[in-house]
């Protein structure tokens, strides 16, 4: 019998989770890959699809990844992981410049700034990440420390 309530428990506290993380995983798919596919296909340089495939990917299983740890520790640890492979993708395509031609202009568009801008807000995402791994470890022995009063 309490093996048979802990499984209860335990299942109306992941299947929810799962769910909403399923969904989520579901409504960024649709966002970052089926409709840019569908409408931008064809404005997108074919040496670059890689690299926002990746990204899409990569923002679709840390979501779905988040969004299962919620309100643990893992969501943090998910949480700086994901900034670190975020800027590792960034400064990956940091290289990288836009180049294209049409009707004879050939254009190049430096994007080094914007990446830089990035690689910078996830460092502060992976510090604020440190940050709230601390305050929720010293909040749990906090509240287990904490003398029960009787009243």
């Given at each position: 019998m309490g093996n048979n309530t802990k499984w209860k428990t335990l299942s109306t506290k992941i299947i929810p989770r799962i769910l909403k993380a399923s969904l989520s995983a579901i409504v960024l798919y649709f966002l970052l890959f089926y409709i840019p596919t569908l409408l931008m296909s064809s404005?997108?340089?074919?040496?670059?699809?890689?690299?926002?495939?990746?990204?899409?990917?990569?923002?679709?299983?840390?979501?779905?990844?988040?969004?299962?740890?919620?309100?643990?520790?893992?969501?943090?640890?998910?949480?700086?992981?994901?900034a670190l492979a975020f800027i590792s993708?960034?400064?990956?395509?940091?290289?990288?410049?836009?180049?294209?031609?049409?009707?004879?202009?050939?254009?190049?568009?430096?994007?080094?700034?914007?990446?830089?801008?990035l690689i910078s807000v996830e460092l502060l995402e992976f510090g604020k990440n440190l940050f709230e791994t601390i305050n929720f470890l010293s909040e749990k022995v906090e509240s287990s420390q904490l003398p029960i009063m009787k009243h």
């Open positions: 404005f997108i340089p074919s040496e670059y699809e890689p690299l926002i495939d990746t990204f899409a990917a990569m923002t679709i299983f840390f979501a779905f990844a988040g969004q299962l740890a919620s309100g643990t520790i893992f969501q943090y640890a998910i949480g700086a992981t994901r993708l960034f400064i990956q395509a940091l290289s990288s410049g836009i180049t294209g031609s049409f009707e004879g202009i050939s254009i190049f568009i430096d994007l080094r700034v914007f990446f830089a801008m």
